[in-house]
């Protein structure tokens, strides 16, 4: 079976759009692979610290486990769990030419910025590339920003080898979300933390309806045909379900025949997603009541991932000759 890993960053507030580009393929991909996700805590720690990072690791674990990663089917725990991550990037440093690092575009693009960049964002890439391949990762799902990074590991992991003159590491591949869209925000630029213009899907009832209808339409009055596919609310709805799924057909009818309302298609947004979050919604609420079970979770998530760092970090001393 295939080893499939990939890293979160404990960002907080997760939103539609991180459940549509790239929390919805943890979850399949948990039903036929042997899936690594973790919480990229030590590299958070080259912006963030202390509560916040303490806060935000916790909400994020509680609502991956609520959108459907199942404890019994992936391994999901914390970096720091994983202490063996921290030798491995070390061991990697230094086969790592200091040119490979300056090309790195999170580096780069700050210093460019004129803000002050530390050490730990220079080498940000060789942690990463220790997450990978501590695990003997196959896959690694990402979105298009980290290709960079994959390319990084797979180029550390092939100059280990040599240097070494073994086979320790193999090298991973990275898989792009297919199809994935873009998903809208209220404001119908792209759906970020950053832009003030998320969708929670577990807000309560109440905000999270005023929210939706804060979407920005077109001044279209509601006798008149429209054109789904130019509606941001419409967007969002397929982004969800897809445009072949019948209620988006039948919302997409109701565009075109005139006399519906982009009221009325908010409601059905809402409604649309108070049924396919209902779920995520039930089992929030049970596992902010019941934090052992989270615990349990990562307890069992950062033993698995650990038995694995401890037969590849075998390999790794010995053909480094730290053994
Ligand atoms: P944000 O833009 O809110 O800071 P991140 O950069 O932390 O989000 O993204 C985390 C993951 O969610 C990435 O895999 C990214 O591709 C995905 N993602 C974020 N926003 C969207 C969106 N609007 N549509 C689709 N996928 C998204
Ligand atoms: N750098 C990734 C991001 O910003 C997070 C991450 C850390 C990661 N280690 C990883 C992703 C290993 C995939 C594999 O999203």
Redesign the pocket.
Known sequence: MATVLSGI?P?GQL?L??W???IRQFIDLQQQHDLFIFVASYHALTTLRGEELRANTRQVVVDYLAFGLDPQRCHLYLQQDVPEVSELAWILSCVCPKHLMDKAVSFKDKVERGLSASVGLYTYPILQAADILIVDADLVP??KDQVQHIEITRDLAQKFNYHTDSECFKLPAYRLAEH?Q??PGIDGE?????YGN?IDPFMDEKPLRKRIMKIVTDGTPQEEPKDPETCTVYKIFTGIVGSQDPRSQDLAARYRDGGLGYGHAKQALFELIMEVFAEPRQRRKALLANPNEVDAALASGAAAARERASQVMDRVRKAAGLR
């Open positions: 960053q960002s939103h759009g991180n549509a580009g790239a990402v979105g994935a873009v998903l792209k759906m970020s933390k950053s998320t």
